[in-house]
């Protein structure tokens, strides 16, 4: 059975960087991504990846902020979040959708059918 475990999470002062990690276990991805859901709002994405073709898409909130990475070694990937703002705090989950078809932009959260179990992000101003 398919797991994502998720790591990273923390808090920090506004301008400050984190790195979340997600390493999957199970079935190679072809797509993976990572959205964040703040309370009381919608849980929106934030970046994906498709290991295939290497191509990253990123929500305008972050872009020029957040990097992603992966290492197929150990089938994990990363989220690296820099300059931090008090709006990109929430919970963060990382995704991946199983087969082989391709995502060349942000997927929907129903577009994915296995999910980390989220890390909490805090950044205070």
């Known amino acids: 059975q398919e797991r994502l475990l998720e790591s990273g999470g923390g808090s920090v002062e506004a301008g400050g960087s984190l790195r979340l990690s997600c390493r999957i276990v199970?079935?190679?991805?072809?797509?993976k991504g990572w959205f964040r859901q703040a309370p009381g709002k919608q849980r929106e994405g934030v970046a994906s990846?498709?290991?295939?073709?290497?191509?990253?898409s990123y929500a305008d909130s972050v872009k020029g902020r957040f990097t992603v990475s992966k290492d197929d070694i150990s089938n994990s990937e990363y989220l690296q979040m820099n300059n931090l703002k008090p709006e990109d705090a929430a919970m963060y989950y990382c995704?991946?959708?199983?087969?082989?078809?391709?995502?060349?932009?942000?997927?929907?959260?129903?577009?994915?059918?296995?999910w980390g179990q989220g890390t909490q992000v805090t950044v205070s101003s």
């Open positions: 995704a991946a959708r199983t087969g082989p078809l391709p995502c060349p932009y942000l997927l929907q959260p129903y577009e994915y059918d296995t």
């Open positions: 990846i498709d290991s295939d073709s290497g191509r990253i």
């Open positions: 199970g079935t190679y991805n072809r797509c």
